[in-house]
């Protein structure tokens, strides 16, 4: 296992070339490195068998795995690493493109940084936004901020700034790294494995950062009528439709993080994957959602959410208007 960084597996990459056997299928588990990019001053049957196969971490819980071909890389290995991914492996295989960071990193990614923007400017605590973006909209328990803690913060800001650095303009504000997340990261305080981050344990006591005062405080839940509405609907859809459309602090909160990343999801169909069941699948199996970004269109209402987005001036893919 080598670090994230480009020259060094391609001093690697140019090592094993040397000594492989003609047709041996070579991999990268890169979260974002280019596979392109690595596969460059290769031998002509290395590119063909070279391609990325990211799995997510852990393996061994999550079902996610991403295969990346590069652009020489053989239709038939392509197919072999998928097979080989399902049947043997057991995951579940999204096709991916050669793009920034793949398809579940670059939306989980875009998804979690609009939710932390939402947070700050809205006036969120940390507890609050977790009480709702958790099991309550089919989400894992770790929601949005525990997530993170558990991911490292140190880890999240460098995934965040792949995608910054090759991207521009209106995109690329978003994947900038909020100042008090540097501020945090800074400080050495990286989630779980040094102890605190968004959440930090005193005694039996779990606490809360005040991303204002960066102390620590009580737990807070949000509470509103909506939230116990959406708990006696029947079937998660109705649940997440009622929460969205709320006329409260938590259906402010939802909408405004669902409105740009199911955009943001339909922007890139066709450069990051190919069809939108792939990219459902990718959040699905990656991040441990139980509706992918287009289900969740579906549930709240594709119309009726279309044309709250223009109200509101946001620019719509024309395949979603049709």
């Known amino acids: ?13 140019e090592k094993i070339d040397a000594v492989r056997k003609q047709g041996s299928i070579v991999s990268s588990n890169t979260s974002g490195i280019s596979i392109n990019a690595m596969a460059e001053g290769r031998s002509e049957d290395f590119k063909e068998h070279f391609l990325g196969t990211h799995f997510f971490n852990p393996p ?13 890389t053989l239709p038939e290995v392509v197919e072999f690493m998928r097979k080989f991914g399902e049947n043997r492996l057991g995951k579940g295989v999204v096709l991916a493109k050669d793009t920034p ?26 507890g609050e936004v977790d009480s709702v973006t958790g099991p309550l909209i089919g989400r894992p328990k770790s929601a949005t901020l525990r997530t993170l803690d558990v991911v490292g913060l140190d880890t999240f ?20 790294v909020p100042d008090y997340l ?31 005062t960066f102390e620590y405080e009580p737990l807070k839940k949000l509470k509103t009528p909506s939230i116990e509405i959406a708990k006696q609907q029947k079937g998660l ?4 439709k009622t929460l969205t459309y709320a006329k409260d602090r938590t259906g402010e909160l939802l909408w405004s993080i669902f409105a740009p ?32 970004p287009f289900e969740i269109w579906d549930a ?20 979603t208007k049709a």
């Open 157 to 176: 800001v460098h995934v965040a700034k792949n995608v910054y650095d090759h991207t521009t303009g209106e995109e690329q504000k978003v994947f900038e």
């Open 60 to 72: 061994r819980y999550l079902k996610l795995l991403e295969v990346i071909p590069a652009q020489d």
């Open 182 to 212: 540097q501020k945090m990261v800074d400080n050495g305080w990286l989630g779980a494995k040094s102890g605190q981050g968004f959440f930090l344990k005193k005694g039996k006591e779990i606490t809360e950062l005040n991303l204002e």
């Open 1 to 13: 296992m080598v670090v994230e960084n480009l020259d060094i597996k391609k001093s690697l990459y």
């Open 300 to 319: 709240i209402g594709v119309k009726e959410s279309v044309e709250k987005m223009q109200a509101e001036g946001y620019e719509i893919p024309a395949f």
């Open 101 to 126: 960071n793949f398809v579940g990193n670059r939306i989980g990614t875009y998804g979690l940084l609009i939710t932390l923007q939402v947070m700050k400017e809205k006036g969120y605590s940390v």
């Open 261 to 292: 990343t199911l955009i943001y999801s339909a922007q890139l169909l066709g450069e990051i994957a190919d069809d939108i069941v792939a990219i459902d699948n990718a959040m699905k199996w990656g991040f441990g959602w139980a509706q992918g």
């Open 237 to 240: 859809a109705a649940k997440v």
